[in-house]
Each structure stands twice: as C-alpha cells, then as structure tokens.
C-alpha cells in the first residue's frame, strides 16, 4: 500500500496552466511496479481516469486532455505531477491521484488512492 497526497490545485482561468503534484509514500514501494493515474470528478458525474504512467514511463492520456495535459514523475522526489495547459471551464473538477500494483497499467491492482486536489476553472 502506498500514501498519496496530492496538492497545487485552485482557481484559474480560462487558457491557463496549473500544475499538479502527488506525493508517493509507503513502508515499501518501488515506483517501477506501480502505474500511477490522474482521475477527476466533477460534481454530479461518475470519476473519469484522464492520464496514467507506466513504471517505465510509458504515458497514456483520455481524449478530453490528450495535447494539453502532461503526465511525469519525479523518481528522486517520489512525485507524480500533471501539467495542464490551455485549460477549459469544462477541466473544472476534483482531481485524485492513484496508485496500481502493475508496472504496465494492464490492471488496477490493490489501487491506493489520494484525498483530491480541487481545481476551478473560470471565464
């Protein structure tokens, strides 16, 4: 089980650029076995998976970010972060941070989950 936490979340408008952190812990992790995701819940609907990285860095992205969003880690610092850019009033959302026991992101393996990180977009 890993500890995630994530923060630089907050209002901004529409076009601009926030950048997300998720801070890894745990008694025991290595960060080429796990995958590590972006997911977002906007009020009322379902939470959607909208970015994910492999343990070998390999990115995967959702169509409604896909050129604006960039998904990395920092090995050194134990961080996953997601750079959003050009953002929409529609990226409005609370965003979590996941954590998967599978290297290639094929499964959802003893899934560790953040609090959430709220982010306001506005025109």
């Known amino acids: 089980q890993v500890h995630l936490v994530e923060s630089g979340g907050g209002s901004v408008q529409v076009g601009g650029s926030l950048r997300l952190s998720c801070a890894i812990s745990g008694a025991t992790f290595d960060l080429n076995a796990l995958c590590l995701r972006w997911f977002r819940q906007a009020p009322g609907r379902d939470r959607d998976g909208i970015a994910a990285?492999?343990?070998?860095?390999?990115?995967y992205y959702g169509l409604s970010v896909k050129g604006r969003f960039t998904i990395s880690k920092d090995r050194a610092k134990n961080t996953l972060y997601l750079q959003m850019n050009s953002l929409k009033s529609e990226d409005t959302a609370m965003y979590y941070c996941?954590?998967?026991?599978?290297?290639?992101?094929?499964?959802?393996?003893?899934?560790?989950w953040g609090r959430g990180t709220q982010v306001t977009v506005s025109s």
């Open positions: 996941a954590a998967d026991q599978s290297p290639t992101c094929e499964a959802t393996e003893q899934r560790s």
């Open positions: 990285l492999s343990g070998t860095d390999t990115p």
